[in-house]
């Protein structure tokens, strides 16, 4: 699967966390993190987003993430979502 178009999830409010996600013309998942606990918790929420995206089969992207404090399930969950929304998926609930 690759992306074709810029998805957005998130907000700018305290506990939350915005990304937006894109295609990609280097290969690989590129990172752009922007966070006040970015010395502390850096690597795991780059790893949280990266690992959420090579779950949906996505190997190549460029992702901008502004985090203000969110935790993981916050963080897995924008980013499916922004994944979701490049992609023109649609979730299945029933799954």
Known sequence: ???KKTGMSGTMES???N???GPSDSIGIEIDLQSSVEKQFGKQI???IEDTIKENGISNAQVKAVDK???DYVI???TETA???ALDKIYNWGE
Do not use: F, H, N, P
């Open 1 to 3: 699967m690759e992306i």
């Open 15 to 17: 506990s939350d966390i």
């Open 19 to 21: 990304i937006v996600i």
């Open 46 to 48: 780059k790893k949280v």
């Open 69 to 71: 404090g969110a935790i």
């Open 76 to 78: 897995k969950s924008r």
């Open 83 to 85: 994944l979701y929304r």
